[in-house]
């Protein structure tokens, strides 16, 4: 496939799921039937922000200008191992390696696998030459370069593997976010968005959260109580009974609003359902540090970025900051 008609089945699947389709309703309820935390809610978002994020043509247009890309680029083999925390998260590697012209190898994780086949599939009606340079494999083999994300102990594997090869390997990753505690409740209900979409289980998600010394954390938690809902949720409230049970089995002090626990802890990972915090001091010294942190994939604040977007990254946010664009077009 040449570049044109790269972009041109690109933006059959931007009207595709713009339009929401019957067919995909129904391929919605299968990826949930496989993984119940691909709620419908959770799913449609993830849609709309490929849709409009990465898919959107003059978006996609500009980022395809940006890195100067022809049909004079020399095709390799991509092995691309994706994970399956929340929806579609393999994408944007995905969308990366065709637009690029390479040939993709495809190890999807089976908590991930309806929606990105399903994809697939449809490209291959669009335009037969998808076939020809998409190919979805349980095993990679014989690749030039590798793509992989995973745990922190699937990425001792994949360096094993692939070390010797071109190659991305990333580990676990998440979120903080350092408040000023003059939020105002716009803020925090964006926050709440930050902290909650996806049932936390993003790298992009906050986990942790950093605040001056008596900090009122009553509008904080009433702020997150629009994610109610989530203890209707049979896997989520699982995690919340369970976590509460160990914190009050321990006689550690939480505060709750009755779905989410807020933990005073050092660690940036949090089990679902649980928000850690910390206090500072010197908000300038916090922020050197949080820079330099390489297990940290957004930071929320002043000057980094601003509430309520974490999970709306755009085709030049790219993951662990290493351009997988660039990473693609040297190999």
């Not at 059959?12 to 391929?27: F, Q, R, T, V």
């Not at 991305?168 to 709440?192: H, P």
């Not at 049932?199 to 954390?217: A, M, S």
């Not at 089990?271 to 297990?295: C, G, R």
Request: with cysteine; aromatic share 14%; charged share 25%.
């Amino acid at each position: 496939m040449n570049l044109k008609e790269r972009i041109k089945v690109l933006k059959i699947l931007y009207e595709y799921l713009s339009n929401d389709p019957g067919p995909l309703k129904a391929i919605k309820e299968k990826a949930f039937e496989k993984n119940k935390w691909f709620t419908e809610e959770f799913v449609n978002l993830s849609l709309k922000n490929i849709s409009t994020q990465f898919l959107e043509p003059e978006k996609l247009d500009a980022w395809i200008h940006h890195y100067h890309i022809d049909d004079n680029i020399i095709s390799k083999n991509i092995g691309i191992v994706m994970a399956g925390n929340i929806p579609l998260v393999g994408f944007h590697d995905f969308l990366c390696a065709f637009i690029t012209g390479h040939h993709l190898q495809l190890k999807l994780s089976e908590k991930d696998e309806v929606l990105l086949t399903h994809f697939i599939e449809k490209m291959c009606e669009w335009d037969r030459g998808v076939e020809e340079v998409i190919k979805v494999s349980s095993m990679l083999k014989d690749c030039d370069a590798y793509i992989a994300t995973g745990s922190n102990n699937s990425a001792r594997y994949f360096n094993l593997y692939f070390g010797k090869y071109p190659s991305i390997i990333r580990n676990n990753k998440t979120s903080v976010a350092v408040l000023n505690g003059d939020e105002t409740n716009e803020q925090l209900t964006l926050l709440a968005d930050d902290v909650h979409l996806y049932f936390g289980l993003g790298c992009r998600n906050v986990t942790k959260i950093f605040v001056p010394k008596e900090y009122d954390f009553v509008p904080l938690l009433n702020a997150f109580k629009q994610y109610d809902f989530f203890a209707f949720h049979s896997k989520y409230k699982n995690n919340y009974d369970y976590n509460l049970a160990l914190l009050i089995m321990n006689n550690k002090y939480y505060m709750t609003n009755e779905s989410i626990i807020l933990v005073e802890n050092e660690d940036i990972f949090t089990p679902v359902s649980e928000l850690h915090y910390s206090f500072y001091e010197d908000k300038n010294t916090l922020f050197d540090e949080l820079d330099q942190q390489e297990n940290i994939q957004c930071i929320v604040g002043e000057d980094h970025l601003p509430f309520g977007i974490t999970q709306q990254p755009g085709l030049f946010d790219y993951a662990d900051k290493i351009d997988t664009m660039q990473f693609l077009l040297t190999l």
